[in-house]
């Protein structure tokens, strides 16, 4: 029932930059947490960075410095802001929006994926 369709991938060059989009059908008040993780070749997925409505961000250590994440609440949007890529950033990049409680993972969703690769 809910969908959330990311965009703003493609290629960019080592050193350049990309922002991603994803926006999420209903209210993002629904979604205590929303984030990104991605997918390289031949790896599992992995946490790029996260925030709740609470306004904690959390990066993964290889991005830390480079990527920042925002919400957009109204709009019911998460962005990513990619700054100094690296071919190491080659992945598909997924949306995540999930609501938690003191209970566990109460819903939670997913993107389809959207291609980042870059050039060395």
């Known amino acids: 029932q809910v969908q959330l369709v990311e965009s703003g991938g493609g290629l960019a060059q080592a050193g350049g930059s990309l922002r991603l989009s994803c926006a999420a059908s209903g209210t993002a008040f629904r979604f205590n947490v929303m984030g990104w993780y991605r997918q390289a070749p031949g790896k599992q997925r992995e946490l790029v960075a996260t925030?709740?409505?609470?306004?904690?961000?959390n990066y993964a250590d290889s991005v830390k410095g480079r990527f920042t994440i925002s919400r957009d609440d109204a709009k019911s949007t998460v962005y990513l802001q990619m700054n100094s890529l690296k071919p190491e950033d080659i992945a598909v990049y997924y949306c995540?929006?999930?609501?938690?409680?003191?209970?566990?993972?109460?819903?939670?969703?997913w993107g389809q994926g959207t291609q980042v690769t870059v050039s060395s």
């Open positions: 925030a709740t409505l609470g306004g904690s961000l």
């Open positions: 995540y929006a999930g609501r938690t409680t003191s209970w566990g993972i109460l819903y939670d969703y």
